[in-house]
C-alpha cells in the first residue's frame, strides 16, 4: 500500500504500548488484505526490530528463515551455522542472546501460518514469555490472517497464550467515510466501488489505474485478474471442506437466506447446517440479522462485499469466463450489477445513521431492519432502514433508492402501509420518513403529518465530503 489511512486509533494504541518499560505481548488479527502488515509496517518506523513474514510451509523452512533473520539482526554467526529443527531449541537460545533492557519490537506475521504447520508452538512462546521475554522490554507482536485459528489457538480460552496478551487489535475493513477518503472519486463511483470492495486496503488499491468504474469491472471479470481466484483462496485458508462451505455461500448469495432456503439449495440437511453456519459467523463470512420487531425469522446474509460479488458474479460465471466469453454475459452482468449495488447503497446509509452522520437531531436507541408477514395476507413486507427511539417514541422509516428521478410521495405512500404493520406504541409513536435516491422528481417535506427527509447524492456527498466529518471519523 501506498497510503496510510484512518489507522490512527491503531497505531496511536501500539506507540503508548511502546512507550511503556516493560514488555508487551501484542495480538493482532483480521482477514487477508485489511491492512495489518501496513500498520505494523508504519509502527516499526524508527523503531528497531526483528521483523519475520511467515509462508504457509512446512516448520522446518519457518524456523530455518527465523533463526536466519534473527542472526543477521545480531550478527550472531553462531546461531546461523547452528542446525535448528523444533521451536523449543530456536527459543532456548534465543534466551542466550536476547536483551534484556533494550527496547526490541519482535514481529511475526502471518503467524496463523506457523500454528497450522505446529498447533504446540503456542506452547512453546508460552513458556518463552512465561520464562523470559516477559521479563525484558520486548515489544512481541503475534499476527494473523486467518481468524479462527488465531481466536481458537492464540486468544481463545483453550490457548497457552490466553490471558497473556497485553494488547488485542482486530483489524477492520475501513468505513464508508474511510473509503471515500481513500478512493478520491466522485460519491456515486465511490458507491459503486465500495459495493464490490467494501472497506480493504489492498483491494481499494488497485482501483487507482482505472479511470471509470465500468473499466474495472470488465478487467476484473477476467480469468487472468487479481481478483478471479481471490474468494477461493479466502475460502481455502480459512475452512476445510471448502465445497461444502462454497455450496452454502453460494444459497446466501443467490437469496437464500433462511435456514429452511439454505439446506434446500445446497442440499444439506438443515440439522447438518447449523454447524457450518455457526463457523462461518465465527471467522465473519456472514452474518445473522433478526427484525427490530419478531425474533424468531432470522436472515443470513454475506458479511462482504468483495465476497458476495465474487459469488454473484465470478463464481457462477467461471465457465464463460475461462473460456474468454464473457461478452456473453457482460449485458447481463451489469444488469444485475445495478441491484447489487443497491442492496449495497442500503448498507452504506446503514452506517451513516448508525454513526449520526445523517439526521443527527434524532437519537435513536434501536436500529435495524424490519420485516414480517401482512396480516391477513400470504405477502410478506419489507422496511429497509428502521430506527427508534424508547424514551421519545420516536420511529424512523427509511427506505434508499439506487434510482434516479424517484418520486419520494409515492415511497411515502409505500411506507405509511409498510409502517402501519409495526406494532410499537401505535397510538402515542411520532413517525418519521426519510427517502435516500442517486436524485429525485419530486421532493416533499411532510406526508400525512409525517416529517420527510430526502436526501439525493448531492445532499450525501457533501455530507460526506465535508472536512470536519473526515476529522471526526477518520
Same mark, same amino acid.
Do not use: H
Given at each position: 500500500m501506498k497510503k496510510f489511512v484512518n489507522r490512527e486509533k491503531e497505531l496511536a494504541i501500539l506507540e503508548r504500548e511502546f512507550l511503556k518499560e516493560d514488555a508487551s505481548l501484542i495480538i493482532i488479527y483480521g482477514r487477508r488484505r #485489511?491492512? %495489518?502488515t501496513r500498520l505494523i509496517e508504519e509502527f516499526l518506523k524508527n523503531k528497531k526490530h526483528i521483523y519475520y513474514l511467515a509462508a504457509d510451509e512446512k516448520e522446518e523452512l519457518q524456523i530455518k528463515e527465523l533463526k536466519e533473520i534473527i542472526a543477521d539482526f545480531f550478527d550472531d554467526r553462531t546461531l546461523l551455522e547452528l542446525e535448528i529443527k523444533n521451536w523449543k531449541l530456536l527459543f532456548s537460545y534465543l534466551e542466550k542472546i536476547w536483551p534484556k533492557d533494550e527496547k526490541i519490537v519482535f514481529v511475526m506475521d502471518e503467524f496463523s501460518y506457523v500454528i497450522k504447520q505446529n498447533y504446540s508452538v503456542a506452547s512453546y512462546i508460552q513458556k518463552f514469555w512465561d520464562g523470559f521475554l516477559s521479563k525484558t522490554k520486548t515489544k512481541f507482536i503475534l499476527c494473523g490472517s486467518l481468524v479462527g485459528v488465531m481466536l481458537k489457538? &492464540?486468544?481463545?480460552?483453550? @490457548?497457552?497464550?490466553y490471558g497473556r496478551r497485553s494488547v488485542e487489535l482486530l483489524i477492520e475493513k475501513f468505513s464508508v467515510l474511510e473509503t471515500m477518503k481513500f478512493l478520491e472519486r466522485n460519491l456515486e463511483e465511490g458507491i459503486k466501488f465500495y459495493s464490490i470492495l467494501d472497506g480493504i486496503p %489492498?483491494?481499494?488499491?488497485? #482501483?487507482?489505474?482505472?479511470?471509470?468504474?465500468?473499466?474495472? &469491472?470488465?478487467?476484473? #471479470? +477476467? %480469468?487472468? @485478474?487479481?481478483?478471479?481466484?481471490?474468494?477461493?483462496?479466502?475460502?481455502?485458508?480459512?475452512? %476445510? +471442506? &471448502? @465445497?461444502?462451505?462454497?455450496?452454502?455461500?453460494?444459497a446466501i448469495a443467490h437469496g437464500n437466506t433462511k435456514i429452511a432456503e439454505i439446506a434446500n439449495f445446497s442440499g444439506i440437511e438443515c440439522k447438518k447446517l447449523y454447524p457450518y453456519i455457526e463457523i462461518l459467523e465465527n471467522v465473519g463470512f456472514i452474518k445473522r440479522t433478526l427484525p427490530i420487531f419478531g425474533k424468531r425469522n432470522a436472515v443470513f446474509s454475506i458479511n462482504d462485499n468483495f465476497l458476495e460479488f465474487w459469488f454473484r458474479f465470478i463464481h457462477k460465471y467461471r465457465s464463460y469466463?475461462?473460456?474468454?466469453?464473457t461478452k456473453r454475459i457482460w449485458g447481463k452482468i451489469m444488469n444485475d450489477l445495478n441491484s447489487f449495488i443497491g442492496k449495497k447503497f442500503e448498507k452504506i446509509i446503514f452506517e451513516l445513521l448508525q454513526r449520526h452522520m445523517i439526521l443527527k437531531e434524532f437519537s435513536f436507541t434501536k436500529i435495524g431492519k424490519q420485516w414480517g408477514k401482512i396480516p391477513k395476507r400470504k405477502e410478506n413486507y419489507e422496511i429497509d432502514i428502521l430506527a427508534l427511539n424508547e424514551n421519545t417514541k420516536q420511529i424512523l422509516f427509511a427506505e434508499c433508492k439506487w434510482q434516479s428521478k424517484v418520486n419520494a410521495a409515492?415511497? *411515502?405512500?409505500?411506507?405509511?402501509? !409498510?409502517?402501519s404493520y409495526v406494532q410499537w406504541h401505535n397510538e402515542e409513536r411520532k413517525e418519521i420518513f426519510a427517502v435516500f435516491a442517486k436524485s429525485f422528481s419530486r421532493r416533499i417535506e411532510e406526508f400525512e403529518g409525517? !416529517? &420527510?427527509? *430526502?436526501?439525493?447524492?448531492? +445532499?450525501?456527498?457533501k455530507i460526506l465530503y465535508n472536512q470536519n466529518s473526515f476529522s471526526r471519523f477518520c
Open positions: #485489511v491492512g %495489518k489457538n &492464540v486468544l481463545g480460552y483453550g @490457548s497457552p497464550l %489492498k483491494y481499494l488499491e488497485l #482501483v487507482e489505474k482505472y479511470e471509470t468504474f465500468e473499466e474495472f &469491472v470488465r478487467r476484473i #471479470v +477476467d %480469468k487472468r @485478474s487479481f481478483f478471479y481466484r481471490e474468494g477461493y483462496y479466502l475460502l481455502s485458508e480459512e475452512l %476445510k +471442506d &471448502v @465445497s461444502t462451505y462454497l455450496n452454502i455461500l453460494t469466463i475461462e473460456i474468454d466469453e409515492e415511497i *411515502c405512500k409505500e411506507l405509511t402501509e !409498510k409502517a409525517r !416529517k &420527510v427527509y *430526502c436526501f439525493d447524492l448531492k +445532499d450525501l456527498e
